[in-house]
């Protein structure tokens, strides 16, 4: 397995503020890789430096052997890489439909596409049962699936994840990283931020632990889930 995420030396600033302080990971092609933390450690600035949304000061950032820092932020999701922000982010007033076909606005195959779209309402059949519905009108699991299937639609080879469990009930984080299971299954690398660090390093392979912008500890997720520093800080006990 070739590296597919290679983040090197990163340094972010927003003012004053050292948000990011000399990190560096790697995600290997067909991996889970998972950064857990508490609220304000900089996971999502991480995920955001990656998917072109802030602007480093230095380090380096590289996909598939692409220079990210030097890509726009469009054409990073044309190379692959696809995010699933924080809070779904869904297209309220549009339908189910409407939103995964935004989610397909990058490509031009369009029997691949319709292919595509029966994929997606297969493993997430509670959309297909929606299809036609406002995006607004479903409940906070459904939305966090729709932003899921949205971000499959384009095809990608790496998931960028935010916070996909946020606000929901228990039974549905479980359904929600059953489905992220599956989609790494299907062939999708998938770097995943998320407080429930729990959940998170039950389905992860590897996990890098972020502290105020630096990375404290890192290692493969049976032994982080183990680890007694761990256990105290971020698994209630």
């Known amino acids: 397995m070739g590296v597919m995420l290679s983040v090197k030396n990163l340094e972010v ?16 092609e067909g ?10 450690a900089g996971k999502t600035t991480t ?27 469009h054409k990073i999701i044309k190379l692959g890489l696809a995010q699933v922000p924080e809070g779904r982010r869904i297209f309220s007033r549009m339908t189910v439909q409407e939103n995964l076909e935004m989610g397909a606005y990058i490509r031009s195959d369009s029997q691949t596409i319709q292919k595509d779209y029966e994929k997606i309402f297969e493993r997430l059949p509670r959309l297909k049962e929606r299809r036609k519905q406002l995006a607004g009108t ?9 932003a899921i299937g949205r971000a499959l639609m384009c095809n990608p080879k790496m998931l960028l994840l935010d916070e996909p469990s946020m606000g929901l009930s228990p039974l549905l984080v479980n359904e929600i990283f ?15 931020v998320e407080q429930n660090a729990k959940k998170a390093l039950e389905i992860a392979n590897r996990a890098y632990v972020l502290e105020t912008g630096a990375i404290a500890m890192e290692g493969d997720a ?6 007694e520093k761990v256990r105290s800080a971020y698994l209630g006990g």
Do not use: W
Request: aromatic share 4%; hydrophobic share 40%.
């Open 31 to 40: 991996e889970i890789v998972t950064l857990i933390g508490a609220n304000g």
């Open 138 to 146: 479903l409940s906070g699991g459904e939305q966090q699936m729709l």
């Open 178 to 192: 059953s489905i992220i299971r599956d989609v790494n299954q299907s062939g999708v690398t998938v770097l995943l």
């Open 222 to 227: 049976d032994e982080l889930a183990n680890d």
């Open 47 to 73: 995920l955001h430096s990656i998917s072109g949304l802030v602007k480093p000061k230095s380090g380096e950032i590289t996909f598939c052997g692409s220079d990210l820092r030097t890509t726009d932020a």
């Open 13 to 28: 600033f927003y003012g004053s503020i050292h948000a990011i302080k000399d990190i560096s990971f790697e995600v290997a």
